[in-house]
């Protein structure tokens, strides 16, 4: 994916009305990321109609209805303080899909410039960046991120900011690389000997060049933080209760495996299958972005 | 190496490893004790893993009657004003030097004057104290006390190594890390919520009647993990298993169940005084509080949470047992009469409001249901759980709305009530305070007919379901998973782990 090579094809081809065309027809072809797609279009689906579907509010409780297995009346069963798990999954679906995806946002919109900085301008500015940078991929991920949303106090949109913190350097450090070999490229020894700005020269010459695998590691970066929000929210340290969140729905029902199996099977299915989701269709926009492979 | 060499030698290690673990005993706890301190503690985790470490003057039986354990014998004079206490010969610290009149005078010395006790308000009663020979303490008492006996049955009356203590004292070292007492096994290690261990004291008065060399206590606060635990052996006595998991233990030939009903409570306590905190509409104006527990569904939480295995109640104590007023029954859920109530307060809704609570699923779950019961008035409760020692000191430092705990319990009722709800109480962090309520319990410690003292005690229960500074909810049942295979256990209905005669 940082594949160096990629970048003067892409760069001369960057704007030429052909290409998305053809990274389409690429990933079209590609059933796994096909799959993926799908299962995460449904996932996103399902999320956005949760206040139109005809299900029980998900913090509605029911003290007759304790730990009932799947049912025609609640598909999924309900859980230790009879609520409806379906609903539960349902919103559950929101919160892991808002956490993945913002947080990748604050990730990119934080660590792409960082990147750009650093790699164009070089000199102090790339040595501060970078080392920074350093510093904290020498701190795994998730304890990172534990480290973070702890500090921050236990919410969700602390735990989307933590996620999104803990994620910026890899995304500082894979932009720079891109940077770093595109800047040397003839065009923008073109557009600087025609006199134009930085800001131009990093806006309209580097930036969709350095684009695309930025794209497919936000992609990848999106399962991770769903995972990372079920972590944490499984600590207690994301959503809070009432409100759903497959993780925290998986931190319950570990007390009631034997009692009530159910209870933990659907997060942690739903969970397997978005993760999944995303890194197959991660996987197969790399492939479909890669101009070396036909 | 031969090969029979080494297989001698593998067979050797096998074997030794094998008696070691045979002569462990692992008990899994609910919670990490706070300090190992007896003049710190408040946790009712650490008197379990005192109970094996430091011998105390009075014990109780199953019955929670008061039998002898380092005072043999005791006497009070005829007006109530002192009190001779006969104290064991033979008795060693676990750093050799003796216990003696003079070494229990000193540790209730301790335990009233170290600024940071917990005792001060347990012992206030005495006046004075003096080693009237060698094995002979008299306490020389301000007022008559009825409650003193049933204090040095607990924290307060627990035996440690006084020169130990004024050593660490002295030099600012915690005595609590390294606790020196007189029980029958002796502090070795404590990795902080991770494991206590003590080994077997040879020297101990009672030595012969415990059976293993070495006591590992293990905080596992997850039930579940401290069920499976248990199934697996890595456990061999879990306390506080889970009411939901009873039915299934109940069919495991692998373990046994035994069950106790607690003498203590569980509830609410709000912060009616202490801080900026305690301004709100729930810390200020007591309808707040009553709505609050109205809104509650106390028979409906007990089975949700608890399977209909715990006793719901009102009071400290719990309902049908000696000291409970039968004037005020368990109120029934009222959620109209609730948001009267919230309507003349003038409060502005939803209210919202902090509830800390321990980072144990089951709280978590009694979290959620409260939260779901107090929505339908008018509250908005955010739920924030922390590890108990942790909320056992913000709730000192004044920075909690509400917090979800309880009071395991003691014998005698002042224990149960005192500490808690008068102005200078050692666990009144919620800082209520109100004059009659000092006076009226002040008086029943003095009272030993029990008739006139459940008077006061019901005097007092009259102002407090006004005040409401405690919301009480229900009284727990006790049970204790142990595995297959360990002889001798009994439960007791304060809870605490007794391994005298206990063998595996």
């Not at chain 1, 500090?151 to 720079?176: D, E, K, Q």
């Not at chain 2, 009647?209 to 456990?235: C, E, K, M």
Request: proline share 6%; hydrophobic share 45%; net charge negative.
């Amino acid at each position: 994916m940082t594949d160096a090579s990629l970048m003067p094809a892409a760069g001369a081809t960057a704007l030429a009305p052909r290409k998305p065309n053809r990274t389409w027809t690429k990933l079209k072809k590609n059933r796994s990321a096909m799959v993926g797609g799908v299962v995460v279009a449904l996932f996103v689906l399902i999320a956005l109609l949760a206040p139109l579907l005809p299900i029980p509010s998900p913090s509605a409780t029911d003290w007759g209805k304790i730990r009932l297995a799947p049912s025609t009346e609640h598909w999924m069963g309900t859980d230790e303080i009879g609520r409806d798990i379906l609903s539960r999954m349902i919103w559950g679906a929101r919160a892991s899909l808002m956490a993945g995806v913002i947080s990748v946002m604050i990730a990119v919109m934080i660590g792409v410039p960082l990147g750009v900085l650093a790699g164009y301008f070089g000199g102090w500015t790339d040595q501060i960046i970078a080392r920074a940078t350093d510093a904290l991929l020498a701190m795994p991920f998730l304890i990172l991120a534990i480290a973070l949303a702890a500090f921050l106090g236990p919410s969700l949109t602390n735990a989307m900011i933590a996620i999104g913190l803990s994620a910026v350097p890899i995304f500082i450090r894979l932009t720079r690389g891109q940077v770093l070999s595109v800047k040397t490229e003839d065009y923008v020894e073109g557009a600087r000997a025609i006199g134009l700005g930085h800001l131009r020269i990093m806006s309209h010459y580097i930036l969709p060049n350095v684009f695309p695998p930025i794209l497919v590691q936000a992609t990848l970066t999106i399962a991770t933080a769903i995972i990372a929000e079920a972590s944490l929210s499984f600590l207690g340290l994301g959503q809070q209760p009432p409100l759903p969140s497959w993780g925290s729905m998986l931190a319950t029902a570990r007390n009631f495996l034997s009692q009530a199996p159910w209870m933990a099977l659907w997060p942690g299915a739903a969970i397997f299958m978005v993760v999944m989701g995303f890194n197959l269709l991660g996987d197969g926009l790399r492939d479909a972005l890669d101009p070396k492979e036909t | 190496m031969k090969p029979t060499t080494l297989m001698m030698t593998l067979l050797g290690t096998v074997a030794i490893g094998s008696m070691a673990a045979a002569a462990d005993i692992r008990i899994g706890l609910n919670e990490d004790p706070d300090s190992l301190d007896p003049a710190q503690s408040r946790t009712f985790v650490s008197s379990l893993v005192y109970e094996s470490l430091c011998d105390r003057l009075f014990n109780t039986n199953t019955d929670m009657e008061i039998i002898p354990e380092l005072a043999t014998e005791w006497e009070f004079s005829e007006d109530g004003l002192s009190l001779v206490i006969q104290l064991r010969e033979g008795v060693t610290h676990h750093d050799g030097t003796p216990f003696n009149a003079e070494s229990a005078m000193r540790v209730l010395e301790r335990n009233q004057t170290l600024p940071t006790s917990n005792r001060r308000g347990e012992l206030s009663s005495i006046v004075g104290m003096e080693a009237t020979g060698e094995h002979e303490l008299t306490l020389t008492l301000g007022a008559p006390d009825v409650t003193l006996i049933a204090q040095l049955a607990h924290h307060a009356g627990r035996m440690y190594s006084p020169d130990a203590a004024a050593a660490a004292d002295e030099s600012g070292r915690t005595f609590g890390a390294n606790p020196v007492c007189t029980g029958p096994f002796k502090f070795a290690q404590r990795v902080e919520g991770d494991r206590i261990v003590l080994e077997r004291f040879e020297d101990h008065w009672d030595a012969e009647n415990y059976h293993f060399d070495r006591v590992i206590y293990q905080p596992i606060p997850d039930t579940t993990v401290r069920l499976a635990n248990v199934r697996s052996g890595d456990l061999d006595i879990s306390e506080r298993t889970a009411p939901s998991d009873v039915p299934q233990i109940r069919n495991d030939d692998r373990l046994q169940l035994f069950e106790v009903p607690n003498i203590g409570y569980q509830g609410i306590t709000i912060n009616v005084g202490n801080g900026p905190r305690a301004e709100g509409p729930l810390g200020s104006d007591a309808r707040v509080r009553q709505a609050l527990s109205l809104s509650i569904d106390r028979e409906a939480l007990n089975q949700v949470v608890f399977e209909g295995q715990y006793v719901v109640g009102n009071q400290w104590a719990a309902p049908g047992t000696t000291w409970y007023d039968e004037r005020d029954p368990v109120p029934a859920r009222d959620i109209d009469r609730a948001r009267e109530l919230l309507a003349e307060a003038g409060v502005e809704l939803p209210l919202r409001i902090e509830m800390q609570t321990g980072n144990n699923p089951v709280a978590m779950q009694q979290g959620q249901v409260i939260q779901a019961m107090a929505a339908e008035a008018g509250f908005e409760i955010a739920l924030r759980a922390t590890e108990f020692a942790t909320l056992l000191s913000e709730n000192a430092a004044g920075n909690f709305d509400m917090s979800q705990q309880g009071w395991s319990g003691r014998i005698d009722p002042d224990a149960n009530i005192h500490p808690f709800v008068s102005c200078e109480g050692a666990n009144n962090d919620k800082k209520y305070c109100v004059e009659e309520i000092d006076r009226i319990l002040q008086e029943a410690r003095t009272v030993p007919d029990f008739e006139s003292r459940k008077a006061l005690y019901d005097q007092s229960r009259e102002i407090l379901s006004q005040d409401m500074p405690l919301i009480y909810l229900y009284h727990i049942v006790y049970f204790y998973t142990v595995r297959q295979g360990i002889e001798g256990f009994e439960p007791y209905a304060d809870g605490i782990i007794r391994l005298r005669g206990v063998t595996g």
